[in-house]
């Protein structure tokens, strides 16, 4: 069973409006979880990290949030682009270890005009 | 260079030839990884290097694949008689240190097709 769930698979929304996309995680003991962006046929790109005590950081119109005690994050794209058309993929982190990346298989999100 | 660079781009390959796929890190890093990502799933932890050395094979799909990484920089990915579920987009990617918080930055990665 994968240690990274992602929600939706697949998601379709108008430019402009808003959309939040959820992970859910069992990796334990954790150390942090990050957001990817990754464009079609594009390596991915590192969007957001958080640590055990954080609950919200921002980039741009990208806001994730961290609830370490129920193991769930969430990225809120606000006023969504064309651009932001993309797989985003929920990555953790166990503490232990060096190869302990743990992936969501990503949210693939389409913004129509 | 200013990022994770891989080469080729695409590769075309007929089954059973053998592949080599190339990764230069960004200067100084001293991890390397390896994934595969096949179509409509998640990344494929394959195996990653401290330097020249690699800790952690465990991911390596069969004995077809091997990598190897000299003067701790630029990583090689084989495939030996490659077979159709072998087609896959594979990203390197590196990082700083193998710590919990060193950022790791993918390449672009190299889009394998078998036929």
């Known amino acids: 069973k994968n240690q990274v769930e992602q929600s939706p698979q697949s998601l379709i929304i108008l430019e402009g409006k808003n959309c939040t996309l959820q992970?859910?995680?069992?990796?334990?003991?954790?150390?942090?979880l990050r957001w990817y962006k990754q464009d079609t046929g594009r390596g991915p790109v590192s969007l957001t990290i958080m640590t055990f005590s954080e609950n919200t950081k921002s980039n741009g119109r990208y806001t994730a949030t961290l609830d370490a005690d129920t193991k769930q994050s969430s990225l809120h794209i606000t006023a969504s682009q064309l651009s932001d058309s993309a797989s985003y993929i929920c990555?953790?982190?166990?503490?232990?270890?060096?190869?302990?990346?743990?992936f969501g298989t990503g949210t693939r999100l389409t913004v129509i005009p | 260079g200013a990022g994770v660079s891989q080469s080729p781009s695409n590769k075309v390959t007929e089954k059973g030839k053998d592949v080599e796929l190339r990764c230069d890190p960004i200067?100084?890093?001293?991890?390397l990884y390896w994934y595969r990502q096949s179509l409509g799933q998640g990344l494929e932890f394959l195996i990653y290097?401290?330097?020249?050395?690699?800790?952690?094979k465990s991911g390596l799909p069969s004995d077809r694949f091997s990598a190897e990484r000299t003067g701790g920089s630029v990583s090689t990915l084989t495939i030996q008689r490659t077979q159709q579920e072998d087609s896959a987009v594979y990203l390197c990617?590196?990082?700083?240190?193998?710590?919990?918080?060193?950022?790791?930055?993918f390449g672009e990665g190299s889009w394998l097709t078998v036929v």
């Open positions: 992970c859910n995680y069992t990796v334990s003991p954790f150390s942090n």
């Open positions: 290097f401290q330097g020249n050395s690699a800790p952690d």
């Open positions: 990555v953790v982190r166990e503490r232990t270890g060096a190869n302990n990346l743990f």
């Open positions: 200067s100084g890093h001293t991890a």
């Open positions: 990617a590196s990082s700083l240190e193998t710590g919990a918080g060193n950022t790791i930055y």
